[in-house]
């Protein structure tokens, strides 16, 4: 199945897209998605991808993704 990725913030510029379609068996999760990212993107490795904030409603990484659906990987916000 396919899911549209959005990138944004300093992701966009370490897989040179600011979004892309991924393909993913059915019933993987956002979780699987990621370490398909981190697997196409190697970049995305070193910034802990996997500790980002996926999709807009901040859903779990075993939340299984559904045909068409979107994801966007924003980095997280620090503060101090």
């Known amino acids: 199945m396919q ?3 959005h990138f944004y913030s300093y992701f ?6 600011a979004e892309t379609v991924q393909n ?6 956002i979780g699987d998605l990621l ?3 981190v ?8 910034c802990r991808i996997r500790r980002s904030s ?4 901040y859903q779990d990484r075993a939340c299984v993704l ?3 659906d979107e994801v966007s990987l924003f980095p ?5």
Not at 12 to 17: R, S, Y
Not at 54 to 57: D, K, L, V, Y
Not at 76 to 80: A, E, I, M, R, S
């Open 35 to 37: 370490r398909e990212l």
């Open 66 to 68: 559904k045909p068409g």
């Open 24 to 29: 993913v068996p059915d019933g993987s999760t």
């Open 76 to 80: 997280p916000v620090q503060g101090g």
């Open 12 to 17: 966009k510029d370490l897989t040179g897209c």
């Open 39 to 46: 697997t196409r993107f190697p970049k995305l490795a070193a």
């Open 54 to 57: 996926p999709s807009a409603e």
């Open 3 to 5: 899911v549209l990725v």
